[in-house]
């Protein structure tokens, strides 16, 4: 069983920062790729950005310059930092891992979400 779990959401004010964890647990042989998405109230989810296991990232055009992804292969985790925060980053956060279980499956994988509000 595998199990992601976010930290590190919450209530921040515009132009301020927050930094998002994910944490993959389980029977995991290897990850590929990991990434963050967002889904605020009445919208579809969204990509935010990823990261492959070679460190390879891609960002939603919405958030290049103020977020940055990272991983710690060794941690089997993912961080999301946001900077210089906006009204419109406020979503549910959620992580997201392609990866390899010990049996030798692939699946695509999901944590519970973390909520993120942006709001003076």
């Known amino acids: 069983q595998v199990q992601l779990v976010e930290s590190g959401g919450g209530l921040e004010q515009p132009g301020g920062s927050l930094r998002l964890s994910c944490a993959a647990s389980?029977?995991?042989?290897?990850?590929?790729?990991m990434g963050w998405y967002r889904q605020a109230p009445g919208k579809q989810r969204e990509l935010v950005a990823t990261i492959t296991s070679g460190g390879i990232t891609t960002y939603a055009d919405s958030v290049k310059g103020r977020f940055t992804i990272s991983r710690d292969n060794a941690k089997n985790t993912v961080y999301l930092q946001m900077n210089s925060l906006k009204p419109e980053d406020t979503a549910v956060y959620y992580c997201?891992?392609?990866?390899?279980?010990?049996?030798?499956?692939?699946?695509?994988?999901w944590g519970q979400g973390t909520q993120v509000t942006v709001s003076s």
């Open positions: 997201n891992a392609d990866l390899r279980v010990r049996g030798g499956i692939y699946g695509n994988y």
């Open positions: 389980g029977s995991i042989r290897s990850i590929n790729a």
